[in-house]
């Protein structure tokens, strides 16, 4: 059974940093490519930042572009979500997924897997 779990959501001060942890089983992970999606109330959900199966790849949503960082860690199957520079405009549902077929997407359609999703709450 295919498990996601992210980790490290919280409440932070704008300008401030998080990291998100999502921790995966079941699957061989380090064939898989990752990414984070974000969903906050009344809108659809968003495509935030990809990494492929190695880690030597990775695309970003313009609106993270230069603050957020995707990275991973095949040895621990975890991929993480540095965030940086945090907005009020960040606060949201943060979501891991899991894509097997292909090298990197940005598009939810492609994603096998899911996780639970984790809080990021940006307010002073």
């Known amino acids: 059974q295919v498990q996601l779990v992210e980790s490290g959501g919280g409440l932070v001060q704008p300008g401030g940093s998080l990291r998100l942890s999502c921790a995966a089983s079941?699957?061989?992970?380090?064939?898989?490519?990752m990414g984070w999606f974000r969903q906050a109330p009344g809108k659809e959900r968003e495509f935030v930042a990809a990494?492929?199966?190695?880690?030597?790849?990775?695309v970003y949503a313009d609106s993270v572009k230069g603050r957020f960082t995707i990275s991973r860690d095949n040895a621990k199957n975890t991929v993480y979500l540095q965030m940086n520079m945090l907005k009020p405009e960040d606060t949201a549902v943060y979501y891991c997924?899991?894509?097997?077929?292909?090298?990197?997407?940005?598009?939810?359609?492609?994603?096998?897997?899911w996780g639970q999703g984790a809080q990021v709450t940006v307010s002073s």
């Open positions: 079941g699957l061989t992970f380090s064939i898989y490519f």
């Open positions: 990494i492929n199966w190695s880690g030597g790849s990775t």
């Open positions: 997924a899991a894509g097997r077929v292909g090298i990197i997407s940005q598009s939810p359609n492609e994603y096998d897997y």
